[in-house]
């Protein structure tokens, strides 16, 4: 991701400001962790294609001796997402600036940074939500039917694998997990209880890069944890809420920003002055980005629909 400021600012304004909205930024970052990642090169569209092609028959009758295999055909799935534009302003009143002991506005800029990682990260999760093939806890037959005790459990987990081992589902070519876990801390509470579970501060001896908000794995699964997870409220059974549990492979989505407009801070101080702000009694923090997230493939996604321990 390139972050920039706008002009007006010392270099080492610039800088500083850089850094403490990148940080905040990257580290709400948890659903498009696991995603096929792309940029749009500029003046081409708006919109991204991708192929899907459908794996070929397997070829088990024996070649005729001195004759070529038989030609076949390619088949595939175009899916397309279309970029969209997203982003947020703040003012800041040059008084508050003066007389505030958030120096330089950091802790301004951090909220700015959050708010843009959360935005981003949000409409991942909410894609993934609505391109996920759904899976009720409990075995049951529909939402309505899961109930608080019908937790995220390893049986669970295992049941997800299976699908998407059948699908023939990528999986993530790392030491550690071939497939990836996206769940929250209600859901995360019963889960990790096992005596499976094993903790991210076991296996994590830095030859391997954790993800943002890593917990740890049970049977393949790199679980990651975010406090914004999928929440459907009186959804289920005795009005149960219901939370969805991310189990995917590689490649099941992908996530799309625009070369010249990704995800950007734009700062206009106070000493610049113009028609809008002739006194130069505020100074304005934005964040703007094109963005869209799409799912490629369903069958390599699948949400665990469960309920929860204690639900909070």
Not at 162 to 168: C, D, G, M, S
Not at 272 to 282: Q, T
């Amino acid at each position: 991701m390139t972050v920039q400021t706008t002009t007006g600012l010392s270099q080492e304004m610039s800088t500083f400001y850089d850094k403490v909205f990148l940080a905040r930024a990257e580290y709400e970052y948890i659903f498009n962790q696991g995603a096929q990642m792309r940029s749009l090169p500029a003046n081409e569209g708006k919109t991204v294609v991708y192929t899907r092609h459908t794996p070929l028959a397997t070829a088990t009758t024996a070649l005729t001796e001195g004759v070529n295999p038989a030609e076949v055909n390619l088949s595939a799935t175009n899916v397309s997402a279309t970029l969209a534009e997203y982003g947020t302003t703040v003012k800041i009143s040059r008084f508050l600036s003066l007389t505030s002991i958030d120096a330089n506005n950091k802790e301004k800029i951090e909220v700015v940074g959050q708010n843009m990682g959360e935005t981003l990260d949000q409409i991942t999760r909410n894609e993934l939500f609505t391109g996920a093939t759904a899976q009720f806890a409990g075995s049951k037959a529909a939402l309505t039917d899961v109930g608080i005790t019908d937790v995220l459990s390893v049986e669970e987990l295992r049941r997800a694998t299976r699908t998407l081992k059948l699908n023939k589902a990528r999986r993530f070519q790392d030491r550690i997990a071939p497939w990836m876990g996206k769940l929250g801390p209600n859901t995360s509470y019963d889960l990790t209880k096992d005596a499976t579970f094993l903790s991210a501060d076991i296996y994590d001896n830095g030859a391997e890069r954790l993800y943002n908000g890593e917990l740890g794995k049970i049977l393949g699964v790199r679980l990651i944890e975010s406090p914004n997870q999928y929440e459907a409220v009186n959804a289920g059974a005795s009005n149960a809420d219901i939370f969805s549990n991310f189990v995917h492979g590689s490649d099941a989505f992908g996530c799309i920003d625009l070369v010249g407009d990704k995800p950007q801070l734009y700062i206009i101080p106070s000493t610049k002055i113009d028609s809008g702000n002739p006194a130069g009694r505020f100074s304005t923090v934005a964040w703007a980005a094109s963005y869209v997230c799409k799912t490629l493939n369903s069958g390599w996604l699948i949400d665990i629909k469960s309920g929860a321990t204690g639900q909070v």
